[in-house]
């Protein structure tokens, strides 16, 4: 009986140890595929679309933070996304309307549509890619580039150094990442 309850515990020791230690993405590492549900109900995978890569930013409706760079995260689409590095928002919240009721996908697709988005929102199924990216706070970037078996992680941060809307960056951290990547100076 003890050798049985041994047994057990150190099965449920080294299952917790491994979840414990979920793989999280660092630039340089690669990731095959983004495919979650958009504000608009379709699935939205990111290997199925014509880019060069992604800049993905994770925000929610109700952050004050994210508030303040709408405008500037349109301006990056905008910008970006005719040079085939379209912005794709995530909402970390988005599948949990029960616990989140003001950033989930009720929340985002009224922000959606209310700011017209020109890029898809995505709601993050059980915070899968938020805590693959290891986003701890919002709004965040990673920025993709498209490589032949998936997408190569380049930065993984803040979008600039301002997150007081009045006020201009004089750091633009995602800017500067895909200027490289356009320019060929990112492998």
């Keep these: 009986m003890k050798k049985l309850i041994l047994t057990i515990t150190?099965?449920?020791?080294?299952?917790?140890?491994?979840s414990a230690q979920q793989r999280v993405l660092k630039p340089g590492d690669t990731l095959h595929n983004i495919a979650l549900k958009s504000t608009k109900g379709q699935i939205y995978e990111l290997a199925k679309q014509k880019a060069k890569g992604f800049i993905l930013i994770f925000m929610t409706p109700s952050c004050d933070h994210c508030l303040a760079y709408e405008k500037r995260i349109v301006a990056l689409n905008s910008k970006y996304q005719p040079k085939g590095f379209p912005v794709v928002g995530i909402g970390?919240?988005?599948?949990?309307?029960k616990d989140y009721p003001h950033d989930a996908m009720s929340?985002?697709?009224?922000?959606?549509?209310s700011k017209g988005f020109t890029f898809p929102y995505l709601a993050d199924e059980k915070f899968r890619y938020t805590w693959l990216f290891d986003i701890r706070q919002t709004p965040k970037a990673v920025v993709l580039k498209k490589q032949k078996q998936g997408f190569s992680v380049v930065y993984i941060g803040n979008i600039d150094d301002q997150p007081d809307e009045k006020k201009t960056a004089t750091k633009k951290y995602v800017e500067e990442e895909v200027n490289k990547l356009l320019a060929g100076n990112v492998h």
């Design 10 to 18: 150190c099965c449920l020791a080294l299952a917790i140890n491994a």
């Design 92 to 97: 970390p919240y988005g599948d949990n309307e």
């Design 107 to 113: 929340a985002m697709k009224k922000l959606a549509e």
